[in-house]
């Protein structure tokens, strides 16, 4: 079954608002098989959207609409949809109840145009909308199916969970399942030649995605049943967990704060950081986690020398001989803050995050990562490329990848 | 001018990632007056990224694409545009060696796959890619102009604003001219209520948005000269002026952390942050603006009571009998922290960002916002619905809007 959304307003043409409809609605269809092949975004104009659903009609056997469904003028989609289909707008009496119930309630003065929000398309099944004033619809012409559903993501999110997702679900024959390994370490092109032969493979598929820093292998299987889907990426993951190893540093949904925090809080281990120039955001990552208070007590954000010798005890001779990015103050700053805190593990990040500061010896993107654990200290020196966010999101990365090396008992120091 | 955006992706379809580019790209091009008129979404497949190019050439004078600049198999965006114009791929000498060099730099191993990203369509200007290996183009064809952009935001905001914006502000003769207020402290319906008539205005439009915690307005206004159109800005942004007050802090790209840092900067003024639920999160706001080493220093993630008392010297009697949230701990913690930073200003904030660890007198969402400065404290007790990302960012603005309110005498504790 070959899809296509249609996501019907000019605020998304403006840019004042991001599309997150048409992701919530494809990450669902690929769940059950049901292939998105276009987005497409048009203004509140009929003759535009016509002209889209001349298209649309073409290629697609679902067509998914979504926007346009207000009770304002511009609001424009379901009056033009049925022109185009040739079908009449029918009032449905029970929508028209429960609009008047939903002003009723909310003690507003309902508007005549909001009459119109009763109005479907000829045929039509009625979405229901729990949240707002404007029901959705369902109905079929020439074998195709058009799916009509409000814009605001709370109204369409729970509409299209309850009432569009069961009904397609039951048309696919086919199931899909996917699964994502993270790995971190590595660059794209090079895990891109590592996975070489497995990328042109069609049923499962390996798609490379990078992000944030992250890379990402999205293994989908298609398959009659589920158990068969699994075991066919379960053989991928092996392939690769064979190529990739240890830079694997989990999977779906895992981030790698998540995946420290398990670690840590299984062994009871607990962790402080020591922060220069991410200035916070390694604590800030790891306290995204509920429950982060298990493993995370302290944190140092040390973001001049002063704080770094006052605050971690890093000595004035460190700091005046090696300077405050070297292997030297990244070393007391995470040994320091261990000590300190009374955690297991101690961990710093010392460098130059941009976009000034930097210098020939030491040039912007230039981050230590000192891990303390008991007697031991390691250090990873690291040079990343980009701008200052980046850098410092890389950076804290790499620290909480030490973490995880060091718990796993892994090659720590790349 | 009409324009058209095609994002090149799988995962778009997929529903991995939500099109930020587009968005981006759209806001941009309105305030040139180059109307787009659709965004489409397509996989890295090349038969149907032509259909795409059938469609866009038939209706659209600016064709920009997005994604699949990549250096892996599945990035044939650039290949198939190419053979759709009927143009060759030529090899640019100064993206070779650019790539070659940000290798060299990251002392990355470079693949065979990498030179691709220095092959163009004949004809093209060569559009730079400061942060990763991709660098985009531009070329025109029957009159038609084509662009070509990576897909990841930090590689294509730059090269969108450095070489496309100025290349098509040129071309465009409409002016419009936009001003984004932004507003901190109410919520978005009231301030709607508040400008409810400014909001039925068409030229200038006024459009709220709400995003992070923050409510925006945009005015936009069409004209054949900047002058005009920004007069007309004018007008519409005092009506908003008199009614929002001093809810607004800032204007256009303005963040929040960006406006403390100039107003303390502008008075050399220090500050330092005591952060219980936040863990960071208010440093890593102040310290994502380059040279905020001017203003902040010192930063202290007290997670725990033992935190609270070791590193800022709360006393254990405060934290038994109050609580670690309460106005207690927080007027400690502000002070205490200020002292010990030797800064001007000391924040603090401390609540429960949930989702568990709430009761009936101390719900999740409850956080204190603590300000110190010389003998004044000031304290502002919040309760913020919804997700802990959303506790904890509303509390680090709290905090930010604290102190901008104390440099500009405004009323602190609402």
Redesign the interface.
């Known amino acids: 079954m070959k899809s296509e959304i249609i996501s019907v307003g000019t605020?998304?043409?403006?840019?004042?608002?991001?599309?997150?409809n048409?992701?919530?609605?494809?990450?669902?269809?690929?769940t059950i098989g049901i292939?998105?092949?276009?987005?497409?975004?048009?203004?509140d104009?009929p003759k535009?959207l016509k002209?889209?659903l001349e298209?649309a009609v073409k290629?697609s056997d679902i067509i998914i609409l979504t926007g346009g469904l207000g009770p304002t003028m511009d609001d424009l989609t379901k009056e033009t949809v049925a022109e185009f289909f040739d079908l009449p707008l029918i009032e449905d009496t029970d929508s028209k109840l429960s609009i008047e119930n939903y002003f009723n309630k909310s003690n507003r003065k309902m508007t005549a145009n909001n009459y119109k929000q009763a109005l479907f398309p000829e045929g039509s099944k009625i979405l229901p909308n729990e949240i707002g004033t404007a029901p959705g619809c369902i109905f079929k012409k020439n074998s195709k199916i058009i799916i009509i559903l409000p814009g605001p993501p709370s109204e369409l999110i729970p509409m299209f969970d309850n009432y569009v997702y069961p009904y397609l679900k039951n048309m696919s024959d086919k199931i899909i399942v996917?699964k994502v390994i993270k790995i971190f370490g590595i660059?794209?092109?090079?895990v891109?030649?590592m996975v070489?032969d497995l990328?042109?493979s069609s049923n499962p598929t390996v798609?490379?995605?990078?992000?944030d820093g992250i890379v990402t292998l999205?293994i989908?299987a298609k398959s009659d049943n589920k158990e068969e889907a699994e075991n066919m990426i379960a053989k991928i993951e092996e392939k690769i967990k064979d190529v990739i190893g240890d830079y694997i540093f989990g999977s779906d949904d895992e981030t790698m704060e998540y995946v420290i925090f398990n670690l840590l809080r299984e062994r009871n281990l607990t962790l402080t950081?020591a922060?220069s120039?991410?200035?916070?955001?390694?604590?800030?990552m790891?306290?995204?986690i509920?429950?982060?208070?298990e493993i995370?007590?302290?944190?140092?954000?040390?973001?001049?020398n002063?704080?770094k010798h006052?605050?971690l005890g890093v000595s004035k001779q460190t700091l005046e001989k090696y300077g405050a990015v070297s292997i030297e103050t990244a070393k007391e700053m995470a040994v320091n803050a261990k000590e300190?805190?009374n955690a297991d593990y101690g961990v710093s990040i010392t460098g130059i995050a941009?976009?000034?500061g930097g210098t020939e010896k030491k040039p912007v993107g230039l981050v230590y990562i000192g891990l303390s654990y008991n007697n031991e200290f390691y250090v990873r020196k690291t040079?990343?490329?980009?701008?200052?966010?980046?850098i410092?999101l890389i950076s804290a990365l790499n620290a909480m990848d030490m973490i995880r090396r060091h718990i796993l008992k892994l090659k720590i120091d790349l």
Not at 11 to 20: F, H, M, P, R, S
């Open positions: 605020e998304l043409l403006l840019g004042q608002i991001v599309n997150t048409a992701k919530y609605i494809s990450l669902k269809l690929s292939d998105v092949f276009f987005q497409t975004n048009v203004g104009n535009r002209e889209c298209i290629r996917s660059g794209e092109s090079k891109e030649d070489n990328l042109i798609a490379p995605l990078i992000s999205r989908t950081t922060e120039c991410t200035g916070g955001l390694l604590s800030k790891i306290t995204d509920p429950g982060s208070s995370f007590k302290y944190g140092f954000v040390t973001y001049s002063e704080a006052k605050m300190i805190a941009g976009p000034d040079l990343t490329m980009g701008v200052r966010q980046r410092r």
